[in-house]
């Protein structure tokens, strides 16, 4: 008879994190590597099992990237650090190099199942298709006791046929097999079925840990890998806040809190801590610059929120009324009147504790004169406020110029103007005004003259973190260079005043695309920059 311990090992579902390899491919997330290493660090505390730390043949950067993240984060009891690799050996050798210094390293490999891939991109018969996985699969096994394969778009692919290519996979060694949807194709119950019948009917296949990796393209991804999972899968691949290729991954945070909510039907765990979920949902979206949608399930802003009267009645007289989760188990603190401007440094402190925020007292001295500065200007400082202040300080770029001051004229009559204060990196003070067509136009000219890199605004959004008149905003931008490689960064800003929040965002994108780009750029007709001091 099987024992609890067996039954609950059976039941461990791994996440499998994607978040920097399949999320970052998504339009104009990139990141850098000080960034990657940050959110991996998140990761590892959130307690994901494998981490896909990047794809190490796509640029030196990319796998300096992995390998700091395997050097740093790959320890004894951390998570196991992976890299994605073509079944192509050069891939190959370069993510072993990457991966090597992780504790627990592994190589993903994979190739395309689906007759349309192979036939009008690879060029390759079945055959020829499945030979090449056999050796790849045989290359990484020979430098890495840890080797996942998977199937490019097995959810147009022959059954049969991705079931042979994972006996052979099994066959050289791989122990996980991974199924993807790559086009997000399948249905739930499609999706389901495949896995049921790969683990019956491929060779070998009782002895391996099968994986679900599906894309969200008709809004099914989820429910897919719930499927995968209750037919036997025991890896989800999956990226924070669902970020990815297209219409995008499926979501850590709803398999998770899926898998949590309705143990009795899925009867799986897994080992994340959900209430840091919304702190790394959070991160991820200020890194990306990729904002998320307030209706999304779990994270979203109004995941906990009761508007209709009849919800809110329900509510108050019984929490479970129209709740299916507490928020506070994935970090969405229910306390609404927190702090004020009256508030001291100790309860501001211990209220910064129990939102799991560990300072240092250099930290906690910034993040007071922050929070004071703040409740000069609102009277009622909420959890979330408290968080967005600190997202800001914690996770904000490296400062390259700071913003000392802005005053603004706008209005109905005469030119929306701003003018900027400006700490620049060597200390001065630079100061310059700004025309525009309102009042966030004007300011963003004024500090384009005093930073002079040339840029274009991709995307501006701005939300309010809290309900109110005087609620705090964010604003979320992305910004991608001029100079011919389009590289995007995204910042992040909050304040009771939304054009300084705005100031702030577009601050902190710029200062990303400096420290990644390493100068202060040229004018588009190819001038140095002319930097006024006060007092010139
Ligand atoms: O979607 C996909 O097929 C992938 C593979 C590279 C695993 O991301
Ligand atoms: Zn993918």
Redesign the pocket.
Known sequence: MESDVQRQAENHVRIFD?TLR?GE?SPGASLNSAEKLEIAHHLAALGVDIIEAGFPAASPDDLAAVRRIAQEIGTAEGPVICGLARCVPSDIEKCWEAVQPAAKPRIHTFISSSDIHLKYQFNLTREQALERAREMVRLARSLCADVEFST?DAGRSDWNYVAQMCAAAIEEGATTLNI?D?VGYMTPTEYGAMIAYLIEHTPGGKDVIWSV?C?DDLGMATANTLAGLHAGARQA?VTINGI??RAG?TALEEVVMAINTRQGYYKLWTGIQTPQLSRISRLVANYTGMVVQPNKAIIGANAFAHEAGIHQDGQLKHQETYEIMRPESVGVSESRLVLGKHSGRHAFKVRLRDLGYQLTDAELQEAFKRFKDVADRKKHITDADLQALMAHQLEGPKEVFKLKALQVTCGQVGMPTATVRLEAPDGTECIEAGIGTGPVDATYTAINKIVNAPNKLLEFSVRAITEGIDAMGEVTVRICTLDGEYQTFGGHGADPDIVVAAAKAYLAALNRMLVATGGAGETPEGESATIRMVGD
């Open positions: 994607t399949d491919q490019m993807p790559t990796h894309h691949e990815g290729e991954n």
